[in-house]
């Protein structure tokens, strides 16, 4: 079953290539490049965040490679599927709601992960044969996840990180861009603008936690890759070179981000144009009735992972409601009860599209938000992950969404959250321009993907975009030495100011006591 699951989102991608959906705007390019694509294969949601770029390429005509496994098969021209043979881990590997109640066992599930798929990964005889061979490619773009998994092909060659998530402040500052913490979000929770005494200082102590988690994940990569390969040098000094940073951040949910020229904002990049929906879901949407869509995603949450008392207090509230409801939970049996519709696939797009939609509850996964946010549909929010509650505080924070929480979800304040959202037209009227503002570009994610990582082909890495200040120390960044030195003449020339003030004061004094002795 979720394999079927899996081949049918997969084949939405490429039937989406062969109707020219996933298609940039810019000139086609006079040069052909060779890209490699190195994604977690595992986790679908980045794949399919990545896939519109990857379609796009290869109908321009350069020759994408993508490592994948027998589960993950793009069946587009010119994308050569490099199966690895390795199992990585997968989102099902995790208990969704043991990170729901401990969102720290992520961290360690997670640089477990890292080190484990790091040494698989290069126990493979085909990764090696493509390792020895990563100089034959003009880039080489790898997802964030994998970076520490893949950083050896890193080195010495021309490459692009994409992220799957806003702007990471340890990332951005191991680029040469440092986002200052009083007015920059850590990515982990949201405070309203601008920040009170109160929340900067939780925003710095969430900042550094944040940089902590990012570095212990890739810590324990390093060590198992430092082993086979002792010549590489270490992971920050490898990813201080990426040529390019296509990360997931929008003006309309993140305010304005001071970014380099190599730091290339992309949400949006999964959308495409609504498509006619299936007859059975289209038949059930239509007529005057509004509509409630509920999805969590195809990685981490899935059927078997909901606690079953929370799968039914999501069901007999859906049921109670005077709405029709759509549940599309990865793994679970299609059906049909009342005014509920049960799936395990749907095409989540053209769903939100649909005008009868009025309310989206969700994880508040990446793609998921970009969706809801482009159709202009009200949100409330059930994250899972430290990152699903930093999207739905964005949400909250522009008047979009209500965030509940998992742990203390009853039917009672689900379906208050609801009839708050349904009757309460503030959320639509604010979702809505939040929708204008993501919606007014001048030209489109994909666009903009296509055409820096064509340019960072074009120029070898395009040196000339990074910014000279990421080889600098904190000492020589914050110009700490100067500001030292500056304290240290500030205090000799103070003492020296004092004693010209005692030999002054005691000069007059003396010549006070002359006078006094001479009359």
């Known amino acids: 079953m979720k394999l079927l699951m899996l081949l049918s989102v997969l084949s939405t991608a490429t039937a989406a290539w062969n109707s020219g959906y996933f298609t940039s705007s810019v000139p086609l390019p006079t040069e052909r490049f060779k890209i490699l694509f190195l994604l977690p294969t595992t986790f679908k949601s980045h794949i399919w965040m990545a896939a519109p770029l990857l379609v796009d390429l290869a109908r321009r005509g350069h020759e994408v490679h993508m ?10 021209p010119n994308v050569t599927c490099i199966n690895h043979g390795v199992r990585l881990s997968a989102p099902e590997d995790v208990d969704t709601f043991d990170v729901v109640r401990n969102p720290l066992s992520l961290l360690k599930t997670f640089t477990n992960a890292a080190a484990n798929d790091a040494e698989k990964m290069f126990n493979s005889d085909i990764t090696m044969k493509v ?3 990563r100089g034959e490619y003009d880039l080489i773009v790898i997802d964030h996840l994998g970076l520490s998994m893949f950083y050896p092909f890193a080195h010495g060659t021309p490459f692009a990180i994409l992220s799957c998530s806003p702007l990471l402040p340890c990332q951005s500052a191991s680029l040469g861009n440092v986002p200052n913490p009083a007015f920059v979000s850590s990515a982990l929770m949201e405070f309203k603008q601008p920040y009170g005494t109160f929340d900067r200082l939780k925003n710095i102590v969430l900042t550094l936690a944040q940089c902590y988690v990012y570095w212990a994940i890739h810590s324990q990569s390093e060590i198992v890759m430092s082993e086979r ?3 590489l040098p270490s992971f920050k000094e490898i990813e201080r070179n990426a040529s390019l940073h296509l990360v997931t951040s929008s003006m309309a949910l993140d305010g304005p981000l001071a970014l380099l020229p190599n730091q290339v904002p992309i949400a949006g990049l999964v959308l495409r144009p609504p498509q006619p929906l299936p007859k059975d879901i289209l038949d059930f949407m239509s007529g005057n009735t509004s509509v409630i869509y509920i999805s969590f995603g195809v990685s981490f949450i899935r059927n078997d992972s909901i606690p079953r008392d929370k799968k039914d207090i999501l069901l007999s509230v859906s049921k109670k409601l005077p709405y029709k409801v759509i549940m599309n939970v990865y793994g679970q049996a299609s059906g049909r009860s009342g005014n509920v519709l049960l799936t395990g696939m749907v095409p989540q797009q053209d769903i939100l599209a649909h005008p009868n939609v009025k309310l989206f509850i969700s994880h508040c996964g990446l793609a998921g938000v970009d969706e809801t946010v482009y159709h202009g549909v009200p949100v409330i929010a059930l994250p899972a992950a430290p990152e699903h509650g930093a999207m739905a505080g964005k949400l909250v ?5 209500i965030q509940l ?6 039917e009672e304040i689900l379906r208050d959250a609801v009839m708050e959202i349904m009757t309460n037209s503030s959320y639509g009227e604010n979702m809505a321009f939040v929708s204008r503002v993501f919606r007014d570009q001048k030209d489109t994610a994909l666009d903009r993907a296509v055409f820096w990582t064509e340019y960072a082909a ?12 990421r080889h600098l120390s904190w000492i020589e960044f914050l110009s700490l030495d100067f500001i030292l030195l500056a304290l240290v003449l500030c205090y000799c020339a103070f003492n020296v100011f004092l004693k010209v003030i005692r030999a002054l004061r005691t000069k007059c004094v003396g010549d006070k006591n002359e006078k006094v002795k001479i009359t």
């Open 405 to 410: 929480s998992w742990l203390t979800l009853t």
């Open 67 to 76: 490592f994948c496994d027998s589960r993950n098969q793009f069946k587009i």
């Open 131 to 133: 390792f020895e061979r």
């Open 229 to 231: 390969f002792p010549w």
């Open 458 to 469: 074009r120029f070898r890495g395009a040196p000339h975009l990074k910014s000279p200040a």
């Open 397 to 401: 924070l522009a008047g979009t969404a």
